[in-house]
């Protein structure tokens, strides 16, 4: 099992939208609507972002959405803020006992 | 307030052994599979497995079979991971996460460093 392929880098003025692909496979991002995405910052543990592709846990701000096409997952920020700034990382359930959940490779969002 | 505070950094020589507390509180421990997510530095996230809070039944991932355990005290609401024999590139921050009925991760233990080095 191989990791959800994210884009290394994007970046985006303040106020901009930015847009994260998550990039899986017909065993995982393609067969469920699993997809979650995690914030971390330097040094911090993750956070949770997103949740079953699109749901927001409370307290995460609405410019936070997500959406899924086949095999592909995305993770928009829109209005980016310089808090918004961190490693963002994708992770669909993928249904195997010996892989369950598979994570991407991870994005590094900077604010111009 | 609902969180898991995992234990303090450890500095290992090759082939000895380490232990990974995380201490859950503000929730029934029992209620929730536990999670083990491996950071190395400057790496990604990597899931290692998770354990079931109810049953003690431990789950691993492909790669972190035979010197990795994941083990439990209901008792005072702990998870644990060991691991055996290490090695340099087990290296990393080790995370205990708590995963909710929509197979995600919603609180995470601040993480606890490991390094293995002579």
């Known amino acids: 099992q191989s990791a959800l392929t994210q884009p290394a880098s994007v970046s985006g003025s303040p106020g901009q939208s930015i847009t994260i692909s998550c990039t899986g496979t017909?065993?995982?991002?393609?067969?469920?609507?699993?997809v979650s995405w995690y914030q971390q910052h330097p040094g911090k543990a993750p956070k949770l972002m997103i949740y079953e592709g699109s749901k927001r846990p409370s307290g995460v701000s609405n410019r936070f959405s997500g959406s899924k096409s086949g095999n592909t997952a995305s993770l928009t920020i829109s209005g980016l803020q310089a808090e918004d700034e961190a490693d963002y990382y994708c992770?669909?359930?993928?249904?195997?006992?010996?892989?369950?959940?598979?994570f991407g490779t991870g994005t590094k969002v900077t604010v111009l | 307030q609902v969180q898991l505070v995992q234990s303090g950094s450890e500095l290992k020589k090759p082939g000895a052994s380490v232990k990974v507390s995380c201490k859950a509180s503000?929730?029934?421990?029992?209620?929730?599979?536990m999670n083990w997510v491996r950071q190395a530095p400057g790496q990604g996230l990597e899931w290692m497995g998770w354990i079931n809070t109810n049953t003690g039944n431990p789950t691993y991932a492909q790669g972190f079979t035979g010197r990795f355990v994941f083990s439990l005290d209901t008792s005072v609401s702990t998870a644990y991971l060991q691991i055996s024999s290490l090695k340099a590139e087990d290296t990393a921050v080790y995370y205990c996460?708590?995963?909710?009925?929509?197979?995600?991760?919603?609180?995470w233990g601040q993480g606890t460093m490991v390094t293995v080095s002579s």
């Open positions: 503000g929730y029934t421990f029992t209620s929730y599979a």
């Open positions: 017909s065993s995982d991002v393609g067969s469920y609507n699993l």
């Open positions: 996460a708590r995963r909710e009925d929509f197979d995600a991760f919603d609180i």
């Open positions: 992770c669909s359930y993928a249904g195997s006992s010996t892989f369950l959940y598979v």
